[in-house]
C-alpha cells in the first residue's frame, strides 16, 4: 500500500526532463550493446519507470520496439511528447501492475529503490523475471546499502537556470533508507516563481543477495558497477542477466 504523495507531479517532472538526462545518456552506450541480440531479432523491450522517456529515445532511436512505462502520469505525458515512436507508452505501477510478457526489461534511474520496502521489491523482482520470455534479458540499476553509507553527510545540492530551480536535501534516516526533500521552483509564463516540495522515500537493497533471489525464479544475473564503460554515482549497481531458457 502506497501512503506517500505521488512522485513526479508536474514541476519535478519538467525540471527532471529538462536537468537529468546525463544518466540515460550515460547508461545507454552500455545498455544498447547489452540489448544488441533482442534488436537483432526484433524483440520487445519492456521498460520500467521510463519518466519522460530519456534512455526511451535512446532505445527507439537504435531501432527497438519499446513499450515504456511509468507509474508517474505527468512523466508519461512528457515521454509520449518525447517519443513518439515508442510501441506504447503506459501507465504501469510497480510492484503489483501485472508486467506484459517482453523479450528484455530495461530500468534506469533506481526506480524499483522507489517501492516501499523490501518485500514490495522483491514482489518486483519476481514479476520482473516471471514476464521475461525464455532467453530474455533484465538491465536494470539499483541503489545497494552502500548507497546510504557513502552519503551519510551529504550537502544540500541545488542547481538554479533561469526557467526553474531545484534543491535538494538527503538524509539516511535508517542503513536501507535514503530520503530526498526535493523543492523545485518553475517561472510560469507571466513571470511569478511557482514552488512545490516532494519527498521521495527510498528502500535500499543488499544488491549482494539480488542474484540468489532471481535464480529462484529463473534468472541468472551478475550485480556490476557498469553496464558498459560508463561510470555511476558509487553504490548505485547494475543488475544484468539472461532468463532460463525453460
Ligand atoms: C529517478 S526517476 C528515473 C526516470 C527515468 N528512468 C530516467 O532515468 O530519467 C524514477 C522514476 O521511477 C518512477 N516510479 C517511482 N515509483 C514507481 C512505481 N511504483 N512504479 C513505476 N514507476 C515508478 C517515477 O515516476 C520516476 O519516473
Redesign the pocket.
Known amino acids: 500500500m502506497t501512503a506517500h504523495e505521488p ?2 507531479r508536474g514541476d519535478l517532472a519538467l525540471v ?1 526532463d529538462l536537468g ?2 546525463f ?2 545518456d550515460r547508461c545507454a552506450p552500455g545498455i544498447l550493446a547489452l540489448l544488441e541480440p533482442v534488436r537483432q531479432r526484433r524483440g520487445l523491450v519492456l521498460e ?5 522517456g ?2 526511451t529515445r535512446h532505445l527507439v532511436d537504435a531501432g527497438h520496439r519499446v513499450l515504456a ?4 502520469p505527468a ?1 508519461l505525458a512528457r515521454a509520449r511528447q518525447a517519443v513518439p515512436g515508442a510501441e506504447e507508452i503506459r501507465q ?3 510492484p503489483d501492475d501485472p508486467l506484459p510478457r517482453a523479450d528484455a526489461i530495461v ?5 524499483l529503490n ?2 516501499d520496502d523490501l518485500a514490495a521489491v522483491r514482489r518486483a523482482l519476481a514479476a520482473v523475471a516471471g514476464a521475461l520470455e525464455p532467453g530474455g534479458v533484465l538491465v536494470i540499476d539499483l541503489c545497494d546499502l552502500s548507497y546510504g553509507e557513502a552519503r551519510r553527510d551529504s550537502p544540500e545540492v541545488a542547481r538554479v537556470t533561469d526557467d526553474w530551480a531545484v534543491i535538494s536535501r538527503m538524509s539516511i534516516p535508517q542503513p536501507d533508507r535514503c530520503v530526498r526533500q526535493i523543492t523545485t521552483f518553475v517561472r510560469s509564463p507571466d513571470g511569478c516563481w511557482r514552488r512545490d516540495d516532494e519527498r521521495h522515500d527510498n528502500v535500499l537493497v543488499d544488491t549482494a543477495q539480488v542474484p540468489a533471489l532471481l535464480a529462484d525464479h529463473g534468472l541468472e544475473v551478475v550485480v556490476g558497477t557498469a553496464f558498459g564503460s560508463e561510470e555511476l554515482p558509487v553504490g548505485l549497481v547494475t543488475v544484468v542477466g539472461v532468463a532460463h531458457i525453460r
Do not use: K
Not at 512505462?69 to 508517474?72: E, G, P
Not at 530500468?107 to 526506480?111: Q, T
Open positions: 512522485y513526479y527532471h537529468f538526462g544518466h540515460a520500467l519507470g521510463c519518466g519522460t530519456l534512455l512505462t511509468d507509474a508517474s512523466m504501469l505501477v510497480l530500468s534506469v534511474g533506481h526506480v522507489y517501492l
